[in-house]
């Protein structure tokens, strides 16, 4: 969330990023942050005078003075003062609501613009395969070959949902372990296996509610929410807790299912992995000092581009403009795989720097060698979509036969396999 003494004393800088991603000012939370510091004021000066009060009635009855005057005037400011208070705490909740509620500010360097069509590509890496037979959608692929079972899937459970069977359930396996490889032993990363049930905090911390609450699966017996992503329980492990200097930057990934409710994406990609309600992904969390999250934001990214670039899959990088940004996010970069069924690049990954947006909601902080505690800065990236990347695997590797030539990187992950047939 954003800071509040940023909104006040910076009001019309606050507005004009906030401008740059839509609708959206601070004008009202500045409104009710002065009525709050009004009634702040009073309750406070109130208090002063009950002391002031409080210290003469002793003095007036050991001089044997009526003090009933005296008595009446604490009790009428003790009335003023608790409604003061009470005054105060409400406009406290409301102020809280609001600033919950608006996003983060775009880095003053991301581009403006109002949406998709005006993100910037940034590079392209690898040609896409022209092929020399008719190519297969990997969701016509995957069931030729008994890769993927939607239709018992859809008989299981319904609409968007998907099930890997035999070599499918095997290559989409290789693909998390050779995911988590990569960034635990070649990136330093910290191998995390969370909970993928988590409560409301949680889910408040990384931004997720209460905006979007209708995009989540919540559990409603304990209130507990499947997770969109492995960004919240990874994001909530530090939580509350103040960090020494020298222990950041931490570098975390974790394989987890995710749940999405996909509200509003009707009708959109209801063929395949591409969307669905659940769905596998390996993610890379980052929590840094500021003065170098834009660094690490950069690294992150090319961690993410390092899985694509070792399967040999074509892939772009684009710089997302100010109105297509996450909620949450000051940064991001998306990373864009070929699909040949789609016949363009599609998202496979999303790579953000938050700055101290998501650490001021979850409380995450560090304290300096002066002693001095900040926030530290939250990033994090999909590296990769599980689900995008198998699509994507047997797709771009298809042959001629209706077979899929296993890429080498994954070779020793299915026992030395080189055709899936």
Not at 128 to 141: G, I, N, S, V, Y
Not at 310 to 338: H, M, N, Q
Request: aromatic fraction near 8%.
């Amino acid at each position: 969330m954003l800071d509040i003494k940023r909104i006040r004393t910076n009001t019309e800088e606050v507005n004009e990023l906030l401008k740059r991603r839509g609708d959206y000012s601070v004008d009202k939370i500045v409104e009710l942050d002065a009525e709050r510091r009004e009634y702040l004021k009073k309750a406070e000066e109130g208090k002063a005078e009950q002391n002031k009060v409080s210290k003469q009635i002793p003095i007036m009855k050991k001089e044997g003075k009526d003090v009933s005057e005296l008595l009446k005037e604490m009790k009428e400011l003790s009335g003023e003062v608790k409604e003061y208070n009470s005054k105060v705490g409400e406009l406290e909740e409301k102020i809280s609501d609001l600033i919950l509620s608006i996003p983060n500010t775009p880095n003053k360097d991301v581009t403006v613009g109002k949406d998709e069509n005006d993100n910037k590509e940034l590079i392209k890496v690898g040609t896409p395969r022209e092929f020399d037979f008719e190519a297969k959608a990997h969701w016509d692929l995957g069931v030729d070959l008994g890769l993927l079972d939607f239709e018992r899937a859809v008989k299981i459970s319904g609409a968007r949902f998907s099930m890997f069977t035999g070599i499918g359930a095997k290559l989409e396996r290789a693909l998390i372990s050779f995911m988590l490889d990569t960034h635990t032993i070649e990136n330093d990363y910290v191998e995390i296996s969370p909970p993928f049930m988590v409560n409301r905090t949680s889910m408040t911390g990384t931004g997720q509610l209460p905006k979007f609450e209708e995009d989540a699966f919540n559990i409603k017996n304990n209130d507990y929410f499947l997770i969109p992503t492995a960004e919240v329980p990874v994001t909530n492990i530090h939580r509350g807790e103040i960090l020494n200097e020298e222990d950041l930057p931490k570098y975390f990934t974790a394989y987890t299912p995710c749940f999405r409710a996909e509200a509003g994406s009707a009708g959109r990609d209801t063929r395949g992995l591409i969307r669905n309600h659940q769905f596998d992904k390996v993610e890379l969390v980052k929590l840094a000092k500021p003065d170098n999250s834009y660094e690490e934001l950069e690294d992150l990214t090319l961690e993410a581009r390092k899985i694509l670039d070792l399967l040999e899959i074509p892939y772009r990088v684009i710089e997302l403009c100010t109105g297509d940004l996450g909620f949450s996010a000051a940064k991001t970069y998306d990373i864009e795989v070929w699909l040949p069924s789609y016949n363009r690049y599609v998202e496979i990954s999303s790579c953000s720097n938050f700055e101290d947006y998501q650490a001021r909601r979850a409380n995450i902080r560090y304290r300096d060698k002066d002693g001095n505690v900040n926030f530290v800065h939250t990033l994090n990236g999909s590296a990769l979509a599980v689900g995008r990347t198998f699509a994507a695997v047997i797709e771009n590797y298809q042959n001629a036969d209706g077979s899929v030539t296993v890429p080498k990187a994954l070779r020793s992950y299915l026992g030395g396999m080189e055709v899936i047939k």
